[in-house]
């Protein structure tokens, strides 16, 4: 089986590692934590001393970081990243981050003979884990010889032909995502205001019309205030919406609601919840 690489081994991260561990591929991985690392040994990731040595071990590397800032210092920085990648390679980027950025990279990239290409991943490291992720392309998928190291964690990939056009998708998916979880938790929070129990309130809403995704993974984290081990946290998710918002600025969108989370979710991570769970949104309307 091919080898595959990942530089950034955080909860996304060693989802997709252990996805493609299980399916026979070798992976090899670095991340700046020392944690991370000693968290993907543990599942078999074949860690190494830095990413340079990443992109000599795998002809397809996957990029799993937190901006196009962390993007751009791994590619262009000292770390010689970009020097070490055999021509031919793939790097697919994961990150969540500003779309115009990774069409200046990806052009920078192709004059040494080496493609980047944005694919976005939508769900959580959970639903990562378990497969059943969508893949948001920034690509044509006449080319893309790569999907083989995408399906161990994807259900269905969708391909957009552009470059920067998978992160833009992402940032359409991850509005309805918070937003989901927004009114969530301002009905739960209605509903303990008016001393109704939550836990029935969220059945009720779960057996109808109204139910959705988050009402399953985010609802009963909410109702019991547990908010850790995250799943996803609370300030990746602040880090998202600012780029929704920045975005829509672009194409000249209104995003009203998408304000007002802004301001609740950026007053949270204020007050030190940014590394728990995106459920903790709830904490907003606890009086």
Not at 91 to 104: S, W, Y
Not at 201 to 208: A, F, M, P, Y
């Amino acid at each position: 089986m091919k080898p595959v690489g990942i530089v950034g081994l955080g909860l996304v991260g060693r989802a997709m590692a252990a996805r493609l561990i299980a399916a026979g591929h070798p992976v090899y991985g670095y991340d700046i934590a020392s944690g991370a690392c000693d968290a993907a040994a543990s599942i078999s990731v074949r860690v190494l001393e830095d990413a340079s040595a990443v992109a000599r071990a795998a002809g397809v590397v996957f990029l799993s970081l937190m901006t196009s800032e962390d993007r751009r210092i791994l590619l262009w920085g000292p770390q010689q990243f970009v020097a070490a990648i055999v021509p031919g390679s793939v790097v697919l980027d994961t990150t969540t981050a500003d779309p115009a950025d990774i069409v200046e990279d990806a052009a920078r990239l192709s004059e040494q003979g080496v493609r980047l290409i944005d694919v976005c991943l939508s769900g959580s490291s959970a639903v990562i884990a378990s497969g059943q992720a969508l893949a948001l392309v920034g690509g044509s998928e006449s080319t893309a010889d790569y999907v083989w190291a995408v399906t161990p964690f994807t259900k269905k990939q969708f391909y957009f032909n552009a470059p920067g056009a998978g992160k833009r998708a992402k940032l359409i998916v991850n509005l309805v995502f918070g937003l989901n979880r927004l009114v969530l938790a301002e009905a739960l929070g209605l509903a303990r205001s008016g001393e109704f129990d939550p836990a029935t309130i969220l059945e009720v809403l779960q057996s109808g019309e109204t139910c959705s995704v988050a009402m399953d993974t985010k609802g009963p984290k909410m109702i019991a205030g547990v908010y850790e081990p995250a799943v996803a946290r609370l300030a990746q998710h602040a880090k998202d919406v600012h780029l929704i918002r920045d975005y829509a600025h672009v194409v000249g969108a209104a995003t009203p609601l998408s304000d007002l989370h802004v301001e609740l979710i950026d007053a949270l991570v204020a007050q030190g919840f940014g590394d728990l769970d995106n459920a903790a949104i709830f904490k907003a309307y606890e009086g």
